[in-house]
C-alpha cells in the first residue's frame, strides 16, 4: 500500500538554526510534493509545491528538494523563529493518465523553535 | 474572497444520529476533499471528487457518503454516527496542480 512517512513527529531546535524536515515515500510515483504548515485549532496552509522533475524550490527563508530516486524530499528553514514553531506536513498527488489523483498527507512533523 | 467554508464549526452527536457537513468554496476550482484529522493519525483522506457530479473514494472512506451536485459544495454525510467518528474533519479544494485550500475545520464528538 501506499505510504507516506515524516521521520519525526517533533523537532526542536534553536531560534536562528536551520530546520530540516524529512519526508520519505513508498509504493508511489507521485507527479508533485507539497508542504503545508497547521497551527494549533487550524486548517493546514500551503507553503511551497515541486514536481517530479524539479530538484530544488525556494521561497524566502523555505527550501524544498524532491528525489524520485531516493523517494524523498527535504523541507529546510533557514534562520528560524520562535513563530516558525508549527506542525508541518507534506502531501503527495498522482499522475492519473494525466489527471491529478487523490492528495495523501503524511503524519506532520512538529516543530519548537526557541529562542 | 471568502474561500473554503465549513458548517458547522462544532457539532455534538449521539450515536446513531445522522447529520451532514457542508463545505462551499468560491474559488472556482475543479477539486474538493474531505478529510479527517485525529492525534497520531494525520490527515486521512475520506472521499474526494474531481469535479460536479463525480466522487470518488478514499483513504477512510467506511461511514460516510459524498455528493457534490453543484460545482461549488461538497457534502460528507454520516447516516449512522458511531463514536469512532469523533474527528476533527477539514474541507479543501483545488485546481489540479496546484495547492489545496483548507477550510476552518468542523469538530465532531460523537457519544
Known amino acids: 500500500s501506499q505510504k507516506i512517512e515524516q521521520n519525526s513527529e517533533a523537532l526542536n531546535i534553536q531560534e536562528g538554526k536551520t530546520a530540516t524536515l524529512t519526508c520519505n515515500y513508498t509504493?508511489?510515483?507521485?507527479?508533485?510534493l507539497q508542504w503545508y504548515r497547521q497551527d494549533p485549532g487550524r486548517g493546514p496552509v500551503f507553503l511551497l509545491l515541486?514536481?517530479?522533475?524539479?530538484k530544488e524550490k525556494r521561497k524566502e527563508r523555505l527550501k524544498v528538494t524532491f528525489d524520485t530516486t531516493l523517494k524523498q524530499s527535504l523541507f529546510h528553514i533557514t534562520a528560524s523563529q520562535p513563530a516558525d514553531s508549527a506542525t508541518y506536513l507534506c502531501?503527495?498527488?498522482?499522475?492519473?493518465?494525466?489527471?491529478?489523483?487523490?492528495?495523501?498527507f503524511g503524519k506532520g512533523t512538529k516543530l519548537s523553535v526557541k529562542p | 474572497n471568502a474561500g473554503v467554508t465549513q458548517t458547522p464549526k462544532f457539532r455534538v452527536l449521539k450515536t446513531g444520529q445522522s447529520m451532514t457537513l457542508l463545505c462551499a468554496q468560491d474559488?472556482?476550482?475543479?477539486?474538493m476533499y474531505w478529510y479527517r484529522q485525529d492525534p497520531g493519525m494525520g490527515l486521512r483522506l475520506i472521499h474526494y471528487?474531481?469535479?460536479?457530479?463525480?466522487?470518488a473514494k478514499g483513504e477512510v472512506p467506511d461511514g460516510y457518503n459524498v455528493s457534490r451536485l453543484k460545482k461549488q459544495n461538497f457534502l460528507l454525510g454520516l447516516e449512522s454516527a458511531a463514536p469512532s467518528q469523533t474527528s476533527v474533519y477539514f474541507c479543501?479544494?483545488?485546481?489540479?496542480?496546484?495547492?489545496?485550500?483548507f477550510g476552518q475545520g468542523t469538530r465532531l464528538t460523537v457519544v
Open positions: 479543501a479544494s483545488s485546481t489540479p496542480w496546484v495547492s489545496a485550500f
Open positions: 509504493n508511489y510515483s507521485p507527479a508533485y
Open positions: 515541486i514536481r517530479e522533475n524539479e
Open positions: 502531501a503527495l498527488a498522482r499522475n492519473y493518465g494525466g489527471s491529478q489523483g487523490n492528495l495523501i
Open positions: 474559488m472556482n476550482h475543479e477539486y
Open positions: 471528487s474531481v469535479g460536479e457530479g463525480t466522487t
